[in-house]
């Protein structure tokens, strides 16, 4: 028996909206995640405990599914774990500087 890695969908570039991403962005917890992967790169899930202190595992999956959802960050399986990713080039092409600016 073999377990399969759950892929999660991403919406493509073209398909973001503005709304949704700084919907995603409004909330201090998903900034603050936001934040960090600007400026250390990827992150596994388990490391990305809020600083101000720790929250449910259920909220941090909420926290990451609203952001991927957004089209903000991606979620992809590595082994049996999961890394995330700032779509940074995505969100450019779509909504020139808003990121920085947001940041």
Known sequence: MSAKTREFTHPETARLEMTDVLFALSDPIRLELVRR??????????????????IPKSTLSHHVKTLREAGVIRNEPQGRRRSLSLRRE??????????????
């Open 90 to 103: 995505d969100l450019e092409s779509r909504f020139p500087g808003l990121l920085d600016a947001v940041l």
């Open 37 to 54: 992967l600007a400026a250390d790169g990827p992150l596994e899930v388990a490391e990305c405990q809020p600083r101000s202190g720790p």
